[in-house]
């Protein structure tokens, strides 16, 4: 294999191609998001969207093409552990929180660093990493609900908690799958809110269906179809092209 | 820092659940030694005998625990690891013999002179000697767990897979075991202990020596097990359980952790399996049957999986129900257990400690109800 190319930008896609028993979920995909950016994708179901994210986060290997993190990490190399520690981290569509521990020991586990086994046999928690704890429930406003199990949050107050565990783990690149998905649109317009501010500090990545709040992130749009690009621009630009409109916004 | 570390995950609940079992430990043996045959309070060497048999069990029950109620391995064959240890205690034991064996010669055991054997065998080498014989019943369990543990966890096999790969291991033992060609005395195993340690096994005082070395075993694994559970490592443990790929996506290598607990824990099966030989007497192949993994994990499901005390709860209960129902309706046996397996399925979900917590909330959703 060839040394991964070297590039300015964050995550660099280029000519994916992911099959499933002859079913291509990603059809010489190329994607770029450059260091800072919020970027949204959307596309209609079974457009590759998730597919993406699992070659991103090393769940998935590629069957051909590049993908190139941070300018120099050959990503189709790594499996998950590795690419979390280089810093990407993925929230899933549905939350996903373990449902045993209490809301504080979830974001403990998420809390960037200590990972090996053999130390945490005998890792106390330090006071900065406290200290962290305290910041991240007073971000996701859970500090009352610190000491109570998982299992008893409400799916809003989860998908919160999962947020909090993303900003725990303080990655370079955020991947977040549908995060309002079965939220009110409170919570929907906060969600936007949250990520907008977690935007300032984090590369984002956004896959979501519900328009009002791609449009209230106000970014930069790619839209998928058939495993490949089809679009990329502002919101009202890819809502103009007549094929988008055809494949995806006019059903 | 062992002490902290040991300290850290002993909650007061699981503290005096040590305590009692170093009582059930200690006092039975006092009773044993110190007051005549004929008094009331004179606790029987067999007994001492068969309730030592159920601390092995209940050990190997929290091995069981460790890897299946707090990791989500399912193992089925960690009698296997059990028997391992078992092994190794008897081979030790064997060599004790030396020529009072019914054949009488100085070097080899009856059962190899009785298969033409002319020389010693090369792995039964330093078995003449405890302090060989001691570490190598911790190492072989464990070397076979990492051999086992090793390629199925990198290979993300999980699940019934896992469990039925596990069920091979103990099946494939056994037939191994069985053969007169293996060299570990066949079908017949090893039997007719006469010394351990120079003291002989018999003797009313060595049965009591080795029923408080087993509670001592027992307190020693639940110190160590709290200690685990109850430390950071502990709640990663928990988390690879409840949602491994998650784990995954945090950065943590998930097959560490699933080996350091899978190998810790037949390193403690082994050390009960060792205990267990010189209390019952004999080892013999039959121990590998499928069916001993099968039932182990019976004693962890019956008594709370999941929890520190439920296993070594469940063990002594279904043992001492074994031991009752088979010499009463020797028939029976079999059809209770299964009737068993499914009882608790259905009924008790979080075994017999869980039915406190199941009986309070179900009088308060009673109650709650009651009024309206």
């Known amino acids: 294999m060839s040394a991964p190319r070297s590039t300015s930008a964050l995550l660099y896609l280029s000519g994916v191609t992911v099959s499933f028993d002859g079913f291509k979920a990603l059809n010489n995909l190329s994607l770029l998001v450059e260091p800072g950016e919020m970027?949204?994708?959307?596309?209609?179901?079974?457009?590759?969207?998730?597919?993406?994210?699992?070659?991103?986060?090393?769940?998935?290997?590629?069957?051909?093409?590049?993908?190139?993190?941070?300018?120099?990490?050959?990503?189709?190399?790594?499996?998950?552990?590795?690419?979390?520690?280089?810093?990407?981290?993925?929230?899933?569509?549905?939350?996903?929180?373990?449902?045993?521990?209490?809301?504080?020991d979830n974001l403990l586990l998420a809390l960037a660093g200590q990972r090996s086994w053999y130390r945490l046999l005998t890792a106390a928690?330090?006071?900065?990493?406290n200290d962290r704890l305290e910041e991240i429930l007073a971000v996701i406003r859970m500090r009352p609900q610190q000491h109570m199990s998982a299992a008893r949050l409400s799916h809003?107050?989860?998908?919160?908690?999962?947020?909090?565990?993303?900003?725990?783990?303080?990655?370079?690149?955020?991947?977040?799958?549908?995060?309002?998905?079965?939220?009110?649109?409170?919570?929907t317009e906060t969600t936007a809110q949250v990520l907008r501010e977690?935007?300032?500090?984090?590369?984002?990545?956004v896959v979501e269906h519900d328009m009002s709040f791609v449009r209230a992130l106000g970014v930069k749009v790619t839209v998928l179809h058939e495993g490949s690009m089809l679009a990329e621009g502002t919101l009202d630009q890819v809502s103009a092209d007549p094929r988008v409109v055809e494949v995806y916004l006019g059903r | 820092m062992i002490t902290r570390f040991l300290w850290q995950g002993v909650d007061r609940k699981l503290r005096w659940f040590i305590a009692l079992v170093l009582a059930a430990g200690i006092v039975p043996v006092l009773l044993n030694l110190f007051t005549p045959p004929g008094s009331a309070l004179h606790v029987p060497a067999w007994a001492l005998q068969l309730v030592g048999k159920y601390l092995c069990y209940a050990a190997l029950a929290l091995a069981v625990d460790l890897v299946w109620g707090y990791c989500g391995i399912l193992t089925l064959g960690h009698a296997a690891f059990f028997a391992l240890g078992g092994y190794c205690m008897g081979m030790y034991l064997m060599r004790q013999i030396g020529s009072r064996g019914v054949y009488g010669n100085p070097i080899l055991p009856d059962f190899m002179v009785f298969l033409n054997y002319k020389e010693l065998p090369w792995f039964w080498r330093g078995f003449d000697h405890f302090w060989f014989a001691a570490p190598m019943i911790v190492i072989v369990p464990s070397v076979l767990a990492l051999a086992l543990g090793w390629f199925a966890f990198r290979s993300r096999v999980t699940g019934v897979y896992l469990s039925i790969i596990t069920q091979a291991m103990t099946f494939a033992l056994m037939l191994a075991f069985f053969r007169?060609?293996?060299?570990?005395?066949?079908?017949?195993g090893m039997t007719d202990f006469k010394d351990i340690l120079g003291f002989p096994v018999q003797a009313d005082g060595t049965r009591a020596a080795l029923y408080l070395a087993s509670a001592l075993m027992l307190a020693l694994f639940l110190l160590i097990a709290g200690a685990i559970v109850g430390s950071r490592f502990?709640?990663?443990?928990?988390?690879?359980?409840?949602?491994?790929?998650?784990?995954?996506?945090?950065?943590?290598?998930?097959?560490?952790?699933k080996l350091f607990v899978f190998v810790l824990s037949a390193a403690m099966a082994g050390i009960a399996g060792a205990l267990y030989v010189p209390q019952v007497g004999i080892i013999n192949p039959s121990e590998f049957a499928p069916g001993n993994s099968i039932e182990a994990v019976l004693w962890v499901a019956v008594g709370g999986r999941g929890t520190l005390i439920g296993p070594v709860i469940g063990a002594v209960l279904v043992n001492w129900a074994k031991t009752y129902l088979t010499g009463a309706l020797p028939e029976v046996w079999l059809f209770a257990l299964g009737g068993l397996f499914i009882a608790v399925t259905l009924f008790l979900p979080r075994g017999v400690v869980g039915l406190w917590a199941q009986l309070k909330a179900g009088r308060e959703r009673s109650r709650r109800v009651a009024p309206a």
Do not use: C
Request: aromatic share 4%.
């Open chain 1, 198 to 205: 977690i935007n300032k500090s984090h590369s984002v990545v």
């Open chain 2, 234 to 257: 502990g709640k990663a443990l928990t988390a690879v359980r409840d949602a491994e790929s998650r784990m995954r996506f945090l950065g943590y290598r998930v097959e560490g952790y």
């Open chain 1, 39 to 104: 970027r949204a994708i959307i596309g209609p179901n079974g457009a590759g969207k998730t597919t993406m994210m699992d070659v991103v986060t090393g769940k998935t290997r590629p069957d051909e093409g590049e993908v190139v993190f941070d300018g120099q990490a050959d990503l189709t190399r790594l499996d998950e552990a590795d690419i979390a520690t280089l810093g990407i981290g993925r929230k899933f569509q549905k939350p996903t929180v373990f449902e045993n521990h209490t809301v504080r």
């Open chain 2, 180 to 188: 007169n060609d293996t060299g570990l005395g066949g079908n017949n």
């Open chain 1, 125 to 129: 928690p330090t006071r900065a990493e």
């Open chain 1, 156 to 187: 809003g107050q989860k998908q919160w908690l999962e947020i909090g565990m993303l900003l725990a783990q303080d990655p370079k690149l955020l991947l977040v799958d549908e995060p309002v998905a079965g939220m009110t649109d409170v919570e």
